[in-house]
């Protein structure tokens, strides 16, 4: 069974800031990883899925790159809004982290 | 709207009751899921349908009985449920199941589980 980790477990930034949320799994044997956004009490939103043949995906200011062999992926968010303030998850073959819940401050 | 569409939004049911959560996707999509997601706790998978079969059943107490009547609806039938069963249950779907090739999941709103 896959095991996936996220850190940091909670970030809280001032408006504009770039930043870093990491995602590690154990199995490297996959297909895709994908990054979701959870605002409270609602369902996800996906953000980016890369395929395993891809090193990076990009949609807007967010930014995802995997590195399959090391078992790692960053979503890189650029230039942050308070809008940006959610949990986000990364999910490979159907399983989640914990998340990463992020508060951007105006 | 991500073309997947769960009731009821919200729920709450007695242990002695039986109720039925309901997930219906537009999206043409093969396989369809249940996750469970309390508080502090990761989603956990429970369930996968794949072409209306069940291939994943993630060690889930049999009050909790899924349906996949067609490749467009899923079911989640409860019965004598216990107070920590209380979450958000979510519906997904994707092409094929997750984990193929250009496989993308998408959720539905949840519904809010209470058992009281």
């Known amino acids: 069974k896959q095991e996936v980790t996220q850190i940091p477990a909670a970030l809280s930034v001032p408006e504009g800031e770039n930043l870093v949320l990491n995602c590690s799994f154990t199995?490297?044997?996959?297909?895709?990883l994908q990054w979701f956004r959870q605002d409270p009490g609602k369902g996800l939103t996906s953000l980016l899925l890369i395929q395993s043949s891809q090193r990076e995906q990009t949609s807007g200011r967010l930014n995802a790159s995997l590195d399959k062999s090391s078992g790692r992926s960053t979503l890189y968010i650029a230039a942050s809004q308070p809008g940006d303030s959610a949990t986000y998850l990364c999910?490979?073959?159907?399983?989640f982290g914990s998340g990463t819940k992020l508060n951007v401050k105006p | 709207e991500t073309g997947v569409t769960q009731t009821p939004r919200h729920l709450v049911m007695g242990m002695t009751n039986k109720k039925s959560l309901k997930c219906e996707q537009h999206l043409g999509h093969n396989a369809m899921y249940w996750y469970k997601q309390s508080a502090k706790k990761p989603l956990e998978l429970m369930f996968v349908y794949s072409l209306e079969e069940r291939v994943e059943n993630n060690s889930v107490p049999s009050r909790f009985s899924p349906e996949c009547p067609n490749s467009s609806h899923l079911f989640l039938h409860l019965h004598t449920l216990q107070p920590e069963d209380s979450a958000l249950y979510l519906c997904?779907?994707?092409?094929?199941?997750?984990?193929?090739?250009?496989?993308?999941?998408?959720f539905g709103q949840g519904t809010r589980l209470t058992v009281v």
């Open positions: 199995d490297s044997a996959i297909y895709n």
């Open positions: 997904a779907s994707s092409q094929d199941r997750v984990g193929g090739r250009g496989t993308e999941a998408f």
């Open positions: 999910a490979v073959m159907g399983y």
